[in-house]
């Protein structure tokens, strides 16, 4: 047995290798291409500005080249920022929804050995009361303007 287990071993390590090699070997090679592909959109570049040199002068296309990027640079962050939002809001939705499934999981783990000991019932049925009638309240109240609880987007 001892055997089979150092040749299962041997042969999964042997595996682990192989895939490190295969993986290095994939991000020199991209790695490179990365390299080649920035370097030719440098050559673009460069060639679009020596033909906007001669076409409009070195003055105005040295100009207009920094307008371009300057309002390529704030489209990106304005970009960024109004998604920000929207990722924020979403990660607190799978938060909460996480946080929901735990207290389930939770409650439904706990529950048998709750129900067989002495004064189990009671013990949980004064809890989903409680739920109960919080979710009558929160279905009732109506919503203030700006409440950060409101699902209104």
């Known amino acids: ?9 041997a042969l999964a390590s042997g595996e682990a290798i192989a895939a490190m090699r295969r993986a290095r ?18 050559f673009l570049l460069g060639a679009a500005y020596i033909w906007a040199a001669d076409r409009y002068g070195s003055m ?3 100009l207009g080249f920094a307008a371009g990027f300057l309002v390529l640079a704030g489209l990106i962050l304005l970009i960024h920022q109004l998604a ?12 909460n929804a996480d946080l929901k ?12 050995s709750l129900l067989k000991g002495k ?15 919080y ?13 950060p609880d409101d699902d209104a987007e």
């Open 1 to 9: 047995m001892g055997t089979l287990a150092s040749l299962i071993s």
């Open 25 to 42: 070997t994939a991000a020199v090679v991209y790695g490179l291409a990365t390299a080649a592909a920035l370097c030719g959109l440098g």
């Open 60 to 62: 105005a296309a040295c």
């Open 84 to 95: 920000a939002g929207t990722r924020a809001r979403r990660r607190a939705r799978r938060r």
């Open 101 to 112: 499934a735990l207290g389930i999981t939770a409650v439904l783990a706990v529950l048998p």
């Open 119 to 133: 004064g189990g019932k009671e013990l949980v049925l004064g809890p989903i009361i409680a739920l109960v009638a």
């Open 135 to 147: 979710a009558i309240y929160k279905e009732n109240v109506k919503p203030r303007p700006g409440d």
